[in-house]
Structures are given as C-alpha cells and as structure tokens.
C-alpha cells in the first residue's frame, strides 16, 4: 500500500553542523514530494518542495534530494541551528496529478544541541 | 499574507459529546483540507474539499464525523458523538488549487475525556 517512512525517529546534531533527514517511500507514481517542518503547538510549515521530474532542489539552507530509482527523499540542512529543531515531515503526493492528496510520513524529530 | 486560521484552538470533551471546529483558509484558495494528526503521528487526511464540492472523504469515518464549506470558502468539522480515540489535533489546510502548495493552519486540540 501506499506509505511514506522516515529512517530515523530522532536525529540529533551539534550547532553548526549539517543535517540529514531522510525518508523512504513506496509508490513509484508518485510526482510531488513536501518537507514540512512542525515546532510544538504548531501547523506545519513549508519549507520545500519537488517534484518527480526534479532530482534536486535547493532553497535558503536546504536542499532537496530525490532518488526515484530507490524511492528516496532527503532533506538536508546547512549550518544547523537552535531555531532548526522540530518534528520534520516529508510528505508525498500519491493522488492523481491533479487532487493533491498528501500521505505524511511518521516525522523525525532534530535536536539541535548548543 | 494572512495564513489558515482555526478555532478554537483547545477543546476538551467528554465522549459522547459533540464538537465542532472551524477553518477559514487563505483568501483565495479553492482546497481546503481538513487532517487529523494523533500524538506522534504524521497528519491524516480527513476530507478534501475544491470550493465547495468534496473531492476525497475516503477516510472520514462518516458515522460521526461531517465537515461541510458551503459558500465555498470557511469550512466546519463536526464530530458528534466523540469517542476517546478523536483524541488529536484537527489540522486545516488549503492550497490555491489541487496541485499547488498545501498551507497549514495551527490545528485544534481535541481532549475527549
């Protein structure tokens, strides 16, 4: 069935350094893929998007990788700070091209450590 | 830019009872998306709406949930009665069209007691 996975339930980090957040998911026709970001209490929020016909995309301190021939989204984060830590989901479009169904994943947590 | 805004934001419960929620999405979006999102989980689409018509209520458990958007932009959710396990935050979203971008709102909070 249809499902989008993290690898990693929490992931922590030194200040400063990058971040890695990975996740897997299962079906091949999916064509847009979302990284959300949820502080406690909160929505989520934005913060990129790609779509399948993209294997890269970067935006202000992330980038986007997608590998469709292993089903693999990663977000990373440069120079990773304190306001960073959150729950991150990514999440896929698994819908038709045109009804914007979103499955999230289960979110990995990032500690930011000072 | 206003974003999605909800209400209440807290709301507690005891089974049985009813509740309802309300969402009025950014100016202009045709979707709005209502999702459940239990305590470490990611959100769960509820219903999809495009304008005022549903587009996906698959996973609407339409015994006692119903959520209508009537003029086509505010939209409410109403579960009557709640069980325990409604326990969660109710997330509403909407996006310029089915394709675009999908914005959250800051979601209630459900305690059924």
């Known amino acids: 069935g249809e499902s989008v996975g993290l690898h990693l339930p929490t992931l922590s980090v030194q200040e400063g350094d990058n971040s890695i957040i990975n996740c897997a998911y299962s079906?091949?026709?999916?064509?847009?893929f979302i990284w959300y970001k949820q502080e406690s209490g909160k929505g989520p929020q934005f913060i990129i998007d790609?779509?399948?016909?993209?294997d890269k995309r970067q935006g202000q301190r992330v980038t986007v990788l997608l590998n469709k021939t292993v089903k693999h989204l990663s977000l990373q984060i440069a120079a990773t700070q304190p306001g960073d830590s959150a729950v991150y989901f990514c999440a896929e479009n698994t819908g038709s091209s045109n009804t914007g169904k979103l499955i999230f994943g289960q979110g990995t947590t990032l500690q930011v450590k000072p | 830019e206003a974003g999605v805004a909800q209400s209440p934001r807290y709301k507690i419960i005891e089974k049985r009872q009813s509740v309802a929620f309300w969402c009025n999405p950014i100016s202009g979006h045709a979707t709005l998306y209502w999702y459940q999102q239990i305590l470490g989980q990611g959100p769960k689409l509820l219903i999809q709406f495009q304008n005022n018509g549903v587009v996906d209520d698959s996973q609407l458990p339409k015994d006692r949930f119903s959520a209508e958007r009537l003029k086509g932009v505010d939209s409410t959710l109403k579960i009557q009665p709640a069980k325990l396990e409604d326990s969660a935050v109710y997330l509403c979203?909407?996006?310029?069209?089915?394709?675009?971008?999908?914005?959250f709102g800051p979601g209630t909070r459900l305690t059924v007691l």
């Open positions: 790609i779509r399948s016909n993209m």
């Open positions: 079906n091949s026709a999916s064509d847009y």
């Open positions: 979203a909407s996006s310029l069209d089915q394709v675009g971008k999908v914005y």
